[in-house]
């Protein structure tokens, strides 16, 4: 129930003496604040009956009835009212006993004869106003309970005093593992360095909310991606008591931000970078060489040599093979810092970082005798394909059109020298050939 100042208070009076019952009634019809109805009866088998026919506030309860005695009194009384708070009228003035009474169940004691200064109508006041802030709370520990997010309170000192089921289900640690530890003891996959840790707890420490991404790592040791918000907790002076985190699964999320990701960026039938990712990755070099001097950068672009006719004799899914074990020899042969792409058709780039001319012409040759090795059964024939190569430098003052403009002359020279070669890009009046 609700607790307010205008409200009538109904009670139930257990006492067998009839004349400490007047003294109650009494006492409760003088009260200052409150408003009382008072039910009384006699023992305690007559309790429930009371409360299927009406329903009450709070039980005062004397422990000698006629059909029982003491502290099993209370026990007893509690198991038939429930949540509803109870009283204990004591004759003994003796705090031992009235704390018993307490851990049995009461909600507090008053010793009859002792009701001066409003003393039993405070003590049912403030047993309602417990009963209704226990019930609050145990309402919001439910709804955090039952939260699918993962919860976690720590004190100032970042140690964990509680963490919900949602956070034992991501993170494999019970609230019993997790009490007392530091939550990086247990979940830290030091894949974030230390400067996120300072900038998270210079935030929350001057009481400002944080909110990030992270990785982190469950008890089996597995990996996943956590959205956490951190709220610290003032209490009335300001102070900060606690901090409450909250964790959100975000591992599928981001999973399906790597698969659209890499559809965006990835050439479907070859697993290449695309002509997009690759054209940025040009732009982004290119940058990168005007602000470092004596850096370099070259690119190939790399054409099949009829492969129309692969096609057209073939069919296309025999090209598509093509296609494949291209982009097989150049994943193989290929240094992992460089950048192989298919630009569309039978036409693929790469992006070779930090090489010279001569460097880039080594490995021109090696994927150009890499390809010749490519023969795919058919029935009739097998496979066999060429390739014609065309290079140029990156440059700081070229854009990326111009550089594949220019790999491009180089590719046509190579073409038109025969095919199944590899041209560097010279300047017009220069001879184009270089092998
Ligand atoms: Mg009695």
Redesign the pocket.
Known sequence: MKVSSDMRIRVLLV???AGDAQLVKMDLRQAKNEKFTVTWIESLGEIPACLQASTFDVLLL?L??PDSNGLATVCKACLMVGAMPIIVLTGHDDTDFALKALEAGAADYVIKGDFGNNCLAKAIFYALFRADMEARNNLLVAALEAAANGIIITDTDAKITWVNPAFTKLTGYSLAESIGQRPNQLTKSGLQDEVFYQTLWGDILQGKHWRGELINKRKDGSLYHEELSIAPVQNRAGTITHFIGIKVDISERKQFEEQLQKLANTDPLTDLYNRRFFLDALTQETARLARFENQSAALLMIDLDYFKCVNDTYGHSTGDEVLRQVAHILRQTLRTIDIPARLGGEEFAILLLGASQSDTMVIAERLRQQMTTIAIPHEKGVVRITVSIGAAALSADLDGDAVLKQADTALYAAKDAGRNQSCWYYPKNQSTKDE
Do not use: G, P, Y
């Open positions: 006492e067998d003496e004397d000698s009835l």
